[in-house]
């Protein structure tokens, strides 16, 4: 059976978070160890991030060893995934500029993510206009994805009009160049729901570093403290013996994502399980105190292992740099060589291919 490449990306914006980690972070760190994967790419996508950051590059720049750091804390392990910087793969920006002949301009702005971004981002507003590199990124997406020949790509939901574009370039080059170099990609999405889509600490659909409502993976214990002492639960519940509602309530929430039976008998063992927990405090005499604590524990359990990892590499920068220079290196030859492929494809081999010289000899030739 063929083997499956795997590449998936982050906008290097700001530090990951717990909604980063249950979306897709996690399954990550399942996936680098499967062996039906031949390849597994990560790459940091800072070219996608200054489309819309255009005026803030230092914001990128101090953001790349912060992704990169987040990567390694939660075990992802440069032995199994290539991690790779966006930028440094001169490749990507060639097979953008031969896949956009095949968009069209109506085509991009119909992208349901790209209409809602133009919209957050004020581009619709007569004043700023919509960069044309951002209308673009859909298809330097494609080349992404494309370049690496991935055929599992790792994302959330709000990424599925990018895999179909992508989809659409792959059908497009193939049949207009009568090839079959480019592979179709699959978006591999988390199964749960709510893991697709975190919500914040305030109780508002998502977690989000411009909502100021996140969990950072990088948070330390005080800080994590704070934040979890100080989540949405439920307004009317102000004594301890008020019945309390489960829906709409964070704590709950993330318990629902996080708490497994056996964290109970360590950290809270009057309960077996979530769903004696929830009736206590849907009947009353349950206080958020307690219910905080526990998600407290819960959640450091899982964070400090990785803050230990973090401070490990925050010691050796040096490393960390090195992952992403060597990871680079590896991934500019795998894109170097499907540029050429493409290139092939579409004749545009002049110098190595025997026949180029051999056709336009003819034309000449018939004449003498
Ligand atoms: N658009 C993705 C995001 O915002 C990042 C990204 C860039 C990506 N290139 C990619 C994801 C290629 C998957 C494959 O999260």
Known sequence: MKKQTILTADRPTGKLHLGHYVGSLKQRVMLQNKEEYDNFFIMIADIQALTDNYGTPKKIRDNILEVMLDYLSIGLDPQNVTFFIQSQI???????????????LSRLLRNPTVKSEIKQRGFDNEKKGIPVGFANYPISQAADITAFKATIVPVGDDQLPMLEQTREIVKSFN?????DVLLTPEALIPENKICSRLPGLDGN?????SLNNCIYLSDDYETLKQKVYNMYTD?????VSDPGQIEGNMVFTYLDVFCQDEHFSKYLNEYQNLDELKKHYQQGGLGDMKIKKFLLNILDELLSPMREKRNYYEQHLDEVLNILKEGSLYANQVANNTLQEVKNAMGLDYFNNSDFLKEQQKKYQSQN
Request: aromatic share 10%.
């Open 90 to 104: 001169d490749a990507l920006s060639d097979l953008t500029t031969y896949y956009m002949n095949l968009v069209t």
């Open 175 to 179: 049949s207009t160049y009568n090839t």
């Open 205 to 209: 659909a998502k977690m989000s570093k």
């Open 235 to 239: 307004p009317n519940h102000i004594k």
